[in-house]
Structure formats: C-alpha cells, structure tokens
C-alpha cells in the first residue's frame, strides 16, 4: 500500500487560504475498495476527492494496467483557527466501509 504527495512539495510553504493536493495512490487488491484521499490537519479534515485519475507515470512505474486510476488532484484550504503560522498536513485513504 502506498500513497505519494507530489504537491505540495514537503517543507514548502503554502498559500493557506487554498492550496492543490496532487498525488497518487496504489492499495494493490484493496484499490477498488478506496472511497476517498482525504487531507488532514490534526482533527480538522481540510477536504477530499473520490475520483481518481490516470496517471500513466505511475502506470508504467508500477507495470499497472493503462486504465487503472491511481492519481489525485483537489483544492484545500486551511479553516481561520489554523491559518497563523505553522500546521501539521496529512493524508488519509477512506474505504467505502468506512475504515
């Protein structure tokens, strides 16, 4: 399992108000069964995608077939309790169970 963030770059500082969160995501057997990548801040969920796109790099990287979905891409943007300064960013899968 594994999720991959190309943007925003790690350390790099981000236009709070709103951001894009792009990347890719490949679950092996369990890829069918992701709801969303969602986008964290401590316990404030700062937003989510449940479309995945093409991503040919990650295709050929991986040997995935062509037509399996593994990228995302959605605009984020930081509620005004966060907005000073610093805040911790993360990435979280959603199944469709919930889990």
Do not use: Y
């Amino acid at each position: 399992m594994r999720i991959v963030l190309d943007c925003p770059e790690p350390s790099r500082t981000v236009n709070a108000h709103r951001f894009i969160v792009r990347g890719w995501v490949w679950l092996g057997d369990k890829q069918a069964t992701l709801a969303a990548v969602e986008a964290w801040s401590s316990a404030t969920m700062l937003g989510q995608t449940g479309a995945l796109v093409l991503r040919p790099d990650v295709n050929a990287a991986l040997n995935l077939p062509p037509a399996e979905a593994t990228g995302f891409s959605f605009f984020v943007g930081l509620p005004a309790a966060l907005d000073e300064g610093e805040s911790d960013f993360h990435l979280r899968i959603r199944f469709r169970d919930g889990t």
